[in-house]
């Protein structure tokens, strides 16, 4: 299960789960399930009509992406030792640090380092069409301040590309 499936993480998240064999539950609002569908989502969930935690659904592992949920809020909805994965860990850190020792549930809160194998895999999945990037809008690098507005918002699908014109001066 992906919390916050629809946008930059949460797109890639889903489409490598689905290659790695994973049945995917895609989390997030209501103008983003057809294009979650579209990109291999098994079920979605538009959290503006449903708490997925009350489903009565258990899951392996529950990613979520935008640290919306409490831990406590998702624990009935995780197998004995699954995994609940923060993308982003700020206030949940104390409960998952207390869940680790007293669960037999694994919260696993750290960033990432990006190594050299793993980019050059996702290239591969990207070139192969295994994956796709979702790009929700384009801006040109002169407006970044407004695209970065524009993702702050929240409710992007997907990814905001900038794009660099190359001058070519010779």
């Known amino acids: 299960m992906i919390n916050g499936a629809g946008g930059s993480i949460g797109t890639y998240a889903a489409q490598l789960a689905k290659h790695f064999g994973a049945e995917v539950t895609a989390v997030d609002s209501t103008a983003k399930l057809d294009m979650l569908r579209s990109i291999g989502a098994d079920q979605v969930v538009d959290y503006t009509q449903e708490d997925f935690t009350k489903r009565g659904e258990i ?85 970044i301040a407004e695209a970065h507005r524009y ?13 660099v014109e190359h001058h070519n001066n010779t």
Request: no cysteine; aromatic share 8%; glycine share 8%.
């Open 59 to 143: 899951y392996d592992v529950i990613f979520d992406v935008v640290g919306t949920i409490s831990f406590s809020r998702t624990e009935k909805s995780i197998k004995q030792n699954g995994t609940y994965l923060l993308a982003n860990p700020g206030k949940q850190m104390v409960q998952g640090l207390w869940t680790r020792i007293t669960s037999s549930k694994k919260v696993i809160m750290e960033t990432s380092s990006p190594k050299t194998e793993d980019l050059v895999f996702l290239r591969e999945l990207i070139e192969a069409g295994k994956i796709k990037s979702v790009m929700d809008r384009r801006y040109p690098l002169e407006q």
């Open 151 to 163: 993702a702050e918002k929240g409710g992007k699908k997907g990814n905001v590309v900038i794009t």
